[in-house]
């Protein structure tokens, strides 16, 4: 049975930094398209970073970028989202996501409509002072 948890979620004044951490169980993180979405009150969701082996290459939004670092520890089969910088706007439920189709590149998750098939339940980040 496929989990994702994820954790970390907490109130940080702007400016400030969290990580987020995600731990798979039931399928091995490395073999799967893995990344993070968010949901802000009265939003869509939008696709902050994702990593697909379809080209290697991950995606961030613009609104994140060189800001937020996603990265994978294969050995603990959990992901990371690295959040610095961090803005009110930042303000969301943060979600892990997977999928065991590597055919699609980090961009066409994050960026396009299908997202992936596997969702954690989410965690809170509050950026506010």
């Not at 091995?28 to 968010?38: E, Q």
Request: contains cysteine.
């Amino acid at each position: 049975q496929v989990q994702l948890v994820e954790s970390g979620g907490d109130l940080v004044q702007p400016g400030g930094s969290l990580r987020l951490s995600c731990a798979a169980s039931g399928f091995t993180l490395d073999s799967y398209a893995i990344g993070w979405f968010r949901q802000a009150p009265g939003k869509e969701r939008e696709g902050v970073s994702c990593f697909s082996s379809a080209d290697g290459i991950t995606y961030y939004a613009d609104s994140v970028k060189g800001r937020f670092t996603i990265s994978r520890d294969n050995a603990k089969n959990t992901v990371y989202l690295q959040m610095n910088g961090l803005k009110p706007e930042d303000t969301a439920v943060y979600y892990c996501v997977a999928d065991p189709n590597t055919y699609y590149t980090g961009r066409h998750y994050c960026g396009g409509p299908r997202g992936m098939d596997y969702w954690g339940k989410g965690t809170l980040v509050t950026v506010s002072s």
